[in-house]
């Protein structure tokens, strides 16, 4: 299994241009999230999936949009970057446990680190 | 408004000495709490975790203190070994978010010097 991952590694975008980070995951997890993680402000959800066509924002979803069509795929677009989404971003995924309290436990890839000038 | 609370950036041990990270929520809804380490240019990996049921929860060298009334979690790591060094994060959720939603600190920046 490859777990998660993430492309590109790097980028670097001129204020106002579009992309999409790329994630997939091949361990056929429910839940998928997108985190940004700054200096300080530790890791902060951005938008977060729990199942195919069902997505929901998290703490600082503004500037971004996701979708979720399948169950391996969780792309997030930038639609207009501004230089305070430069960031590292990362993808995670989980899987409901057994149990009352299921299971948390998220798996994140390497992340995306990303330079808007 | 920061929900989960590391207000510890840095924290130096000496090797064989234990650790003892910090965590303080102010969210009464969370139940669910988790720490992951992460290494410069890696993803977080999870650590150990505990539910609002426990009050401690142990994994090898690492163990999970919940106090409830206080809001308060802390992590142990004894005895601290060189490979620790790395940032902590805890991080919290509450049971209905069923993995979906967690909410991270700040995170500790752990230096074990041998």
């Known amino acids: 299994n490859a777990g998660v991952t993430q492309t590109p590694k790097f980028q670097v975008l001129k204020t106002g241009q579009s992309m999409t980070l790329q994630c997939a995951q091949d361990m056929n997890h429910e839940y998928m999230s997108w985190y940004r993680q700054d200096p300080g402000m530790g890791l902060r959800l951005i938008h977060y999936?729990?199942?195919?066509?069902?997505?929901d924002q998290g703490e600082v979803p503004n500037g971004y949009n996701v979708s979720r069509s399948t169950t391996e795929d969780f792309p997030l677009r930038l639609l207009s970057a501004a230089p305070s989404q430069t960031s590292v971003y990362f993808c995670?995924?989980?899987?409901?446990?057994?149990?009352?309290?299921?299971?948390?436990?998220?798996?994140f890839g390497p992340g995306t680190r990303l330079t808007v000038t | 408004d920061q929900q989960v609370k590391q207000n510890s950036p840095s924290l130096s041990v000496q090797e064989g000495r234990i650790s003892i990270l910090n965590c303080d929520y102010t969210?009464?809804?969370?139940?669910?709490f988790l720490w992951y380490k992460k290494y410069p240019a890696e993803g977080p990996t999870f650590l150990i975790s505990?539910?609002?049921?426990?009050d401690k929860n142990e994994d090898g060298r690492f163990t999970v203190f919940l106090n409830k009334s206080a809001k308060h979690l802390s992590l142990h790591i004894v005895p601290s070994q060189p490979g620790d060094s790395a940032v902590y994060f805890c991080a919290a959720t509450a049971f209905y978010n069923q993995g979906g939603k967690l909410i991270f600190g700040q995170g500790t920046e752990l230096s074990v010097k041998p």
């Open positions: 505990i539910s609002s049921i426990k």
């Open positions: 999936s729990v199942g195919a066509g069902i997505t």
């Open positions: 995670a995924s989980s899987s409901p446990g057994q149990g009352a309290w299921g299971s948390h436990e998220q798996y």
């Open positions: 969210n009464s809804m969370f139940d669910y």
